[in-house]
């Protein structure tokens, strides 16, 4: 089978446990996906499951779209993704992989896209201290500093940490437990909180730190 699937982020809550502890969890809506291509090393020279999550109307959707699923019978989808795999898989093109997939899977691994926080300062985006709040600093405290040398190197490294662009960036959070999985309503959730906004699209995989 897949070794991951695909799935919306609703949001977070707390689940009370039989000891009366609290657990603040995210509920994650994840599958049914379909499985829209098995590719493996002789023709693509990797071993990967696609997977498509929500139908999309055929009307949004490209001819490009319509025809790579037409071959699995199934609707344009949302959200395509693809999780690969250490060898051949059993699964079939055109199967459904639901959340009985993490029944007996104590942790997984949640791949998201981070919340957009637009363009921030350098305390805000790399915890930076900032300059001293003492004398003789005049309105340069939340400034980074010096950032490279005169006369040697005379430049600026590439990579240097300052302001910019902060979040919608891929974000992988690893190991979360899996607290509670319910087949009916396709829903799983897991201890801790989710990278992205609520409605954002995640991938949820075997977490291979155990």
């Not at 695909?6 to 689940?15: D, S, Y």
């Not at 699923?69 to 199967?95: H, I, L, Q, Y």
């Not at 302001?163 to 899996?178: D, E």
Request: one cysteine or more.
């Amino acid at each position: 089978m897949a070794l991951g699937l695909l799935g919306r982020k609703v949001g977070m809550t707390q689940i009370y446990q039989e000891n009366g502890t609290a657990v603040p969890v995210t509920v994650i809506e994840a599958g049914p996906c379909t499985v829209l291509q098995v590719r493996n090393r002789e023709r693509d020279g990797y071993d990967a499951v696609q997977l498509g999550f929500l139908d999309k109307p055929r009307r949004l959707a490209t001819k490009a779209e319509r025809g790579h699923v037409s071959r699995v019978n199934a609707e344009p989808k949302r959200f395509v993704r693809e999780f690969r795999v250490a060898g051949p898989v059993e699964t079939k093109e055109g199967e459904t992989v639901t959340v009985a997939l993490f029944k007996d899977v104590p942790a997984v691994d949640i791949i998201g896209t981070s919340k957009g926080k637009g363009t921030a300062g350098v305390i805000k985006r790399h915890r930076f201290h900032g300059l001293p709040a003492s004398h003789g600093v005049k309105r340069k405290h939340r400034s980074p500093g010096s950032v490279g040398g005169s006369a040697d190197p005379a430049r600026v490294f590439k990579g240097t940490r300052m302001a910019g662009r902060m979040g919608a960036a891929r974000s992988t959070v690893r190991n979360l437990k899996v607290v509670k999985i319910d087949p009916e309503q396709n829903l799983i959730l897991v201890r801790g909180p989710v990278p992205g906004p609520s409605g954002g699209f995640v991938m949820i995989r075997r977490t291979n730190k155990l």
